[in-house]
């Protein structure tokens, strides 16, 4: 069995960018899981467990039905929380499409998963990039205020500049004590 995942991954710019965000809330907050910049990425649909018999059918379906989509333009910007500012689980950058049907996209990742019978996703697709998880209530609660500068009018940074998002990667994900480690599966490149 295989943890696998589709996303879309960032430029460096973006990489960057988000580095620099994190170096900026990080000196502040305790009791936070930060997300590694070069592990950041836009996640379509995680499959979870995946058996060997079920990849080649998974691959095949994404090559398939991915390949035609023209490739998205796409922005990272603001920041955002779940379940909300006030209650931060998770902290993540938005992506904004500019162009495209990241969508339609999404929808195809989700369909792949029905196709090898994995359950379908019951939340909405709610494009992000994870930087944080905050592992404790009072660390939820100092965090809301760090964040609080974002929520303001003209608060919301853009994470780079847009990018066309050419590929989508299938990635395995290998959960070790210093953070997952992600290794690419299968990269398709949308036209």
């Known amino acids: 069995m295989m943890r696998l995942f589709a996303a879309i ?13 994190v170096h900026t809330l990080k000196p502040e907050s305790g009791g936070v899981t930060w997300v590694k910049p070069d592990n950041m ?6 499959y979870g467990e995946v058996s060997e018999e079920q990849l080649p059918a ?3 379906y994404l090559e398939k039905h991915l390949a035609p989509y023209n490739a998205p333009e796409l922005l990272v910007r603001g920041v955002g929380a ?3 500012f006030k209650k931060p ?23 792949a998963a029905r196709e090898i019978g994995l359950a379908p996703k019951t939340h909405a697709f709610h494009p992000h990039v994870t930087i ?7 660390t939820a609660s100092v965090f809301a205020s760090l964040l609080q500068p974002y929520q303001e009018p003209g ?3 853009e994470f780079g500049p847009e990018f066309c998002a050419g590929k989508i ?18 990269e398709i490149t949308l036209t």
Not at 13 to 20: K, N, T
Not at 132 to 138: G, Q, T
């Open 9 to 21: 991954p960032l430029p460096e710019a973006s990489h960057a960018a988000l580095h620099s965000l």
């Open 41 to 46: 990425h836009l996640t379509l649909r995680f």
């Open 58 to 60: 998974l691959s095949r």
């Open 82 to 84: 779940f379940p909300s």
């Open 89 to 111: 689980s998770v902290v993540w950058a938005g992506i904004e499409t500019i162009s495209g049907d990241i969508r339609g996209i999404q929808g195809t990742t989700e369909q």
């Open 132 to 138: 944080a998880r905050l592992r404790k209530m009072a």
């Open 155 to 157: 608060g919301i940074p």
């Open 169 to 186: 990667l299938l990635f395995r994900s290998l959960l070790t004590p210093r953070g997952p480690v992600y290794t690419i599966v299968r």
